[in-house]
Every structure is written in structure tokens, then in C-alpha cells.
């Protein structure tokens, strides 16, 4: 057998076994089946092939199990015009990927169940936060007009406008979790960033802080939505924003408030955008849990928590990556996206 040849169905038996135990570690021990079984079949595969001296119809599995270790689902091995002993390896190894597939459904499925109640526990501790203002100041009312009419005309508008903050409150929450909930999938298009970028920076003009967009002419044209990369960017820049001021009216000798978006061509398939801030970092206790629902860096600045948690769901459903930089000179955001915009994959969103 050629050393090629001896290559390849090395490559076919030990990709799944590898991809086996890790897949077990990392997403549960559902997964180590379909994937051992995969494993079972490629060495099988091989010591048919040894045993034949035979390497040609060894490269279907070997293709097959390198792109299922990439994470692809469904993969089939057409076996058709093969020997006997080749379709039953082939009907064993579509046999396991589909388990393998179904598996990954199944899991899917559990977390968002966990997901689902873990957010319906924080959604009905965001909801009593405004309900006991509100009880306040209409016992207040009750009690004022019961003893002293002139009492109550006193503190009428003053607890009215406390209801009606509150209120206000419920409403902006019951938005923000409306749109996590009913986040459609990306619908794809071509996406001038440049300009996406200059236009989130034009809304803050009369904020009173600086706010520059530093990406070079010919940026690569992005495949993205538009509407959603356009939500993330708003939500990040007014962070941005709220943070360096704060920081600069608390501190004025470390200099005026400054935001800085940036997008680079970040690599033959990506395109980098970053937004940073020359706020005071974000508390450590936030950091590992940031892109949580309900977790908030604007605490009495009228963050609902859902924020991040959306623009994390959307930059992951664009198949990129979020990542944050963050001290006490400030904080950067920095997304990496695929230029070729997100593939359709087998797997649901996990909320939705």
C-alpha cells in the first residue's frame, strides 16, 4: 500500500476517533456514540483496505470524516458503485452521522429549555425591581388623600411621576426581551461598514463626547444584515459613549470623553470592527458573565441587561466572534465577521 494511501486511512480512522472524546468533554456524553461509531466504521474501513490493498474507495470515508471533525452535519457517503463490503461501510458510517446529527438536535433542544428557564427566573426578578416603586407611591396616595387632601394635592405629581418612570421601565424591559425573544435568522446582503459606522457615530454628535470612525477607503464589502449588525453597533457605541462621559465628568483631569470605531480587513475572509472607550473598564464581577441576559454594565443608567446579550446572539449568528478588552483606560469591543457572510447551517438558533 502506497504511503499515501496509508495516510489517508490513517486520516479517515483517527479524525472521529480524536473527535470522539472531545465532542463527549465538551458538548455531552450523547455525542460519544454516533461519533465512536463513526470511528468504529473508518477503522474498519481501514483494515478492509489494508486487507485488499485497496486505497481508492477508502477517500469517501476519509473526505466524509474530515468534514464532519470541521463540524458539518449530515455528511453521506454515496457508495453506490462500490463493492459489497464498501456499501455496508458506507450505509454504517450515514447511519452515525445522522445519529450524530440527531444527537446535536437533541442537545440543542436541552439547552434551550435551560436557556428558556434560566431567563424566565431573571425576567420575573427584573419585573418585581419596578412593581414595589409603584405599590409605594400608590399607597402613598391613598394614605395622603385619606388624612390631608392638601397632603395628597402636594405629593400627587411627585408619585405619579414615579409611577409613570417605572412604568417606563417596564415597557423599555418588555421591548428589549421581545426582541431577544423574536430575533429573526441573518438575511444577508452587501454591507458599506464604513458607512454603517460614520452613521452610529452621527447620533452621538451633541453627546458631548468625541466620537471618530478611523477605517480606510477599499474596506472589503461585508455580507451581513444590515438592520442587525447596524442594532449591535448602536447598542455598543451608546455603552461606548455613556461610559467615557461618566468617566470624564467624574475624573476631568484624565481628559475630554472619546469613542473611536475602527474596521480593518482583518484577513483573507474576515473583517474586523472594534469600538472603544475612554470610560473606566468594565467591574470584573460583570466581565465573565457579560453577554448574559439581564447582566447590565449601566446600573441606574436605564440598561435593560439585553443589550449585549442581543448583540452577542446576533455577531454569533453572523458566525463571528465578540471579544473585549477591558482596564482601567478603558474598554474595546472587537468584532471579527466573515466576509462571506453566515452559511446556512443544520443546527437552531439557541433561543429560538
Known amino acids: 500500500m502506497k504511503a499515501s494511501a496509508r495516510a489517508l486511512a490513517l486520516a479517515a480512522a483517527l479524525v472521529p476517533s480524536v473527535l470522539a472524546p472531545l ?56 457508495a453506490e458503485a462500490a463493492t459489497p463490503e464498501g456499501q455496508r461501510l458506507a450505509a454504517a458510517f450515514n447511519r452515525m452521522t445522522e445519529a450524530l446529527a440527531e444527537a446535536e438536535k437533541r442537545s440543542r433542544r436541552a439547552e434551550r429549555l435551560a436557556a428558556w428557564r434560566d431567563i424566565a427566573r431573571q425576567m420575573a426578578h427584573e419585573i418585581k425591581n419596578p412593581l414595589t416603586p409603584i405599590r409605594l407611591a400608590v399607597e402613598n396616595l391613598r394614605k395622603a388623600r385619606s388624612r390631608d387632601p392638601a397632603l395628597f394635592e402636594e405629593l400627587f405629581d411627585e408619585e405619579t411621576s414615579i409611577v409613570l418612570e417605572e412604568v417606563e421601565r417596564l415597557r423599555r424591559l418588555l421591548d428589549a426581551f421581545s426582541t431577544f425573544a ?3 435568522r441573518p438575511k444577508p446582503g452587501p454591507v458599506d461598514v464604513r458607512e454603517l459606522l460614520q452613521h452610529a457615530a452621527d447620533l452621538h454628535r451633541t453627546s458631548g463626547c468625541a466620537v471618530r470612525v478611523e477605517a480606510a477607503e477599499g474596506l472589503p464589502v461585508l455580507r451581513a444584515d444590515r438592520d442587525q449588525l447596524a442594532q449591535v453597533l448602536l447598542n455598543l457605541v451608546a455603552n461606548a459613549v455613556l461610559a467615557a462621559t461618566e468617566r470624564a465628568a467624574q475624573d476631568p483631569t484624565r481628559g475630554a470623553a472619546w469613542v473611536r470605531l475602527a474596521a480593518v480587513h482583518g484577513g483573507a475572509r474576515t473583517l474586523r470592527i472594534s469600538v472603544a472607550d475612554s470610560g473606566a473598564g468594565i467591574d470584573a464581577s460583570v466581565l465573565s458573565r457579560l453577554y448574559e441576559p ?3 454594565t449601566r446600573q441606574g443608567s436605564g440598561g435593560t441587561g439585553l443589550g449585549l446579550a442581543i448583540a452577542y446572539r446576533i455577531v454569533t449568528e453572523h458566525q463571528g466572534t465578540m471579544g473585549v478588552d477591558t482596564g482601567p483606560d478603558g474598554t474595546t469591543f472587537t468584532l471579527e465577521l466573515p466576509l462571506a457572510g453566515p452559511t446556512t447551517t443544520l443546527g437552531d438558533s439557541t433561543l429560538g
Open 23 to 78: 465532542l463527549a468533554a465538551v458538548e455531552g456524553p450523547e455525542y460519544l456514540g454516533p461519533v465512536a461509531g463513526i470511528s468504529v466504521v473508518c477503522m474498519a474501513a481501514v483494515a478492509w483496505a489494508l486487507r485488499t490493498g485497496r486505497s481508492s474507495p477508502l477517500a469517501p470515508f476519509a473526505e466524509a470524516a474530515e468534514r464532519v471533525a470541521r463540524g458539518e452535519r449530515g455528511v453521506q457517503v454515496d
Open 182 to 184: 423574536r430575533m429573526p
Open 294 to 296: 439581564y447582566v447590565t
